[in-house]
């Protein structure tokens, strides 16, 4: 097999964000962009050569194309194998197990996620290391550094690879196997959980679900686990045909973006439980009849509940959340008596503390949960531990909640975030707040006195790793918190998201609205940050 070995240069901008690379697809298809990003992980991971790579995406605009790309680098790197999924398709959990149950040396997945696919959408491609998890900040550091130096790239002369039937087939010295995308990962899900008991539930006369795909890669995965091996009726899963525009939408789980399904879920005649899952299969919206569940609330909810789904009858070694998701989990933890880890947002910081058994649960207040099943965030894994839950308890998603908020309290939570800002103005914002927080502790603001202000630094306590600038938090004696940061994965201007949260106990206090239980912290955050005068906005443009 020809080898061609090409001149390149290098481009600035290809530092990883929170998760992985992300632009839009214009940038991706430029010449040599997706070459040198590739080839900068090959040079930096040395360990890649003559081992496995697993391989595939959420099946955006581009997908296919850049399979064949990667396919004929990998054999030009000298990799000894690359699994594929059929079709160029894996979800991002899907992927994580695959590289953990075939030992492979790391994965590419390509996806942007919840960010809107098609020719004018975004394109991503992410790095998992051998434990199955996003790269580490050491790993996408070396490869940025790589980046800024590259000169050349290598990429075999080899004819298009069949990626569309199961199967091995050799390309030249590279062994390329084709596998089922969904098989696997359905079997470990089977494994988890009590399939017998979610089946009766799902063939219920009283019970019916509807699990929203958002055209996105999990169609076929829920399809398969919730129709086929537990027998909900066809129909369960909407808009389950995987699109490479996903439709024309963002494939992003939330009341905005999932609106048929809200309006399903808040409509007469509800069905009892509704889930949606993002772009790459690894986020999870979770709604009961009229009901809401906000994801900080569901992670606290699941470890609550964890000794009654079959995997975590044995407790939980320890929970984790990243810093902006709210502390319902914290109070979970302390009853339980486990430890519980506060970690800088995104994926990647969980799979130390998940690799040195210190936790087995963790999650993300946007929409992210997981075990240590795998090593990402698991969309899916997610809405069958709520139907295991629903199966074991016999009550309702709401029911389930309040009990929960009677026994620990509710932690009012909202996200408001700030899209496509200029990012002159979103930096100049973070940077102004920054210097502000010295003189916050001790300020009152009402019946509320800031207790603490700092900009958030996590050191790991498995590799002592240290991760500084990851959000500015002021904390009020109360427990309550505002967090502002800048999104890590928009691919337009900035994006700012800001966190607010409050703890209320008293049980007649409990079934308020979150963004009037939160107004007067929303009063605070505008006063402190400016926030309309600097964004030029008057009202954030997605709330959750
Ligand atoms: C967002 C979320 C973060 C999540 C990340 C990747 O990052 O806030 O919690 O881990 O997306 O999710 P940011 O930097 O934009 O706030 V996804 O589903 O890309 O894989
Ligand atoms: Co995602």
Request: net charge negative.
């Amino acid at each position: 097999m020809e080898i061609r070995v090409v001149s390149t240069r290098p481009f600035k901008d290809q530092k990883p964000g929170t998760s992985g690379l992300r632009k839009q697809v214009s940038y991706f298809r430029k010449p040599h962009y997706l070459e040198n990003f590739v080839q900068s992980i090959f040079n930096s991971q040395q360990g890649l050569a003559g081992n496995e790579l697993i391989l595939g995406g959420d099946g955006r605009f581009f997908n296919r194309e850049a399979v064949q790309i990667i396919l004929r680098m990998a054999m030009a790197n000298e990799i000894r194998k690359v699994t594929v999924g059929l079709g160029g398709i894996l979800s991002t959990p899907a992927a994580s197990h695959l590289i953990r149950s075939r030992g492979a040396a790391g994965g590419i997945v390509l996806s942007a996620s919840h960010n809107p696919g098609g020719p004018t959408g975004d394109f991503g491609i992410k790095f998992n290391v051998a434990n199955g998890g996003p790269a580490p900040e050491s790993v996408t550091g070396a490869i940025h550094a790589t980046s800024l130096e590259i000169d050349h790239y290598r990429i075999a002369r080899a004819p298009h690879v069949d990626i569309d039937h199961v199967g091995h087939q050799h390309v030249g010295e590279m062994e390329v196997e084709v596998v089922d995308p969904v098989r696997d990962y359905a079997d470990l899900m089977e494994s988890l959980f009590d399939f017998p008991a979610m089946r009766s539930l799902l063939q219920s006369r009283d019970f019916s679900m509807r699990f929203d795909a958002m055209h996105a890669v999990t169609g076929p995965y829920a399809e398969e686990i919730l129709e086929q091996r537990l027998g909900a009726p066809a129909g369960t899963v909407m808009r389950k045909e995987p699109l490479a525009d996903f439709g024309g939408r963002h494939p992003d789980p939330n009341l905005t973006h999932a609106r048929e399904l809200g309006e399903l879920m808040f409509g007469r005649d509800a069905p009892d439980f509704g889930a949606a899952s993002d772009g790459d299969g690894d986020r999870n919206m979770i709604l009961g009849q009229g009901f809401f569940v906000s994801p900080s609330d569901s992670l606290a909810v699941m470890a609550a509940n964890a000794h009654l789904i079959p995997a975590y009858r044995g407790g939980l070694k320890g929970v984790a959340r990243s810093m902006p998701t709210s502390q319902a989990v914290d109070a979970v933890a302390q009853a339980l008596g486990i430890p519980c880890y506060e970690t800088p947002t995104g994926w990647k910081f969980f799979g130390n503390l998940l690799d040195d058994a210190r936790i087995t649960l963790c999650g993300e207040e946007s929409f992210g949960t997981s075990s240590d099943h795998v090593r990402e965030k698991d969309g899916l894994w997610a809405v069958l531990f709520w139907l295991n839950l629903i199966a074991a308890r016999g009550q309702s998603v709401a029911t389930i909640v309040r009990e929960h908020w009677q026994r620990f309290g509710r932690h009012y939570y909202t996200r408001h975030d700030y899209e496509e800002i200029e990012s002159e103005r979103a930096e100049e914002l973070m940077i102004r707040l920054r210097s502000a927080l010295p003189d916050l502790p001790g300020r009152d603001f009402g019946p509320l006195r800031v207790g603490a202000a700092d900009d958030f630094s996590y050191r790991d306590p498995v590799d002592d790793s240290v991760s500084t600038g990851q959000g500015l938090r002021i904390l009020f004696e109360d427990g309550s918190r505002i967090v502002f940061r800048l999104s890590g994965t928009g691919t337009l201007g900035a994006t700012l998201r800001v966190y607010l949260e409050r703890h209320e106990t008293r049980p007649e206090q409990l079934e308020e609205d979150s963004q009037a239980a939160l107004a007067a912290l929303i009063e605070i955050a505008e006063s402190v940050a400016d926030i309309r005068n600097l964004t030029g906005k008057e009202a954030p443009d997605v709330i959750t």
